[in-house]
Nanobody
Framework: QVQLVESGGGLVQPGGSLRVSCAARLFTSDTRVIGWFRQAPGKEREGVSWMSSSDGSTFYADSVKGRFTISRDNARNTMHLQMNSLKVEDSAMYYC???????????????????WGQGTQVTVSS
């Protein structure tokens, strides 16, 4: 059973920083894309950022480019999302998600995730 476990959310003031992490367990395929989407109450789900395990390619939504950085710790099978210059509109539940096998990048773009975690809340407020 594939597991994605998020951690690191919390409350931060506008302009502040947070790092959320995703521990990925029991993957059996080496072809996978892992990253983050978010959803705020009353808003559509938004793909935020992800990384391909095969070549390290990354994706960032326009809304977070230049502020968020995705990285991975292969030894710990963990993905991190460093979020800087946070804005009130970044407030949402952040979910770790993954797509595996052929077409995985395309499925991340369309939100057709194969696996996702329980989410961690990020609140940006003064």
């Amino acid at each position: 059973q594939v597991q994605l476990v998020e951690s690191g959310g919390g409350l931060v003031q506008p302009g502040g920083s947070l790092r959320v992490s995703c521990a990925a367990r029991l993957f059996t395929s080496d072809t996978r894309v892992i990253g983050w989407f978010r959803q705020a109450p009353g808003k559509e789900r938004e793909g935020v950022s992800w990384m391909s395990s095969s070549d390290g390619s990354t994706f960032y939504a326009d809304s977070v480019k230049g502020r968020f950085t995705i990285s991975r710790d292969n030894a710990r099978n963990t993905m991190h999302l460093q979020m800087n210059s946070l804005k009130v509109e970044d407030s949402a539940m952040y979910y770790c998600a993954a797509a595996v096998g052929p077409g995985s990048w395309a499925r991340m773009l369309t939100g057709e995730y194969d696996y996702w975690g329980q989410g961690t809340q990020v609140t940006v407020s003064s």
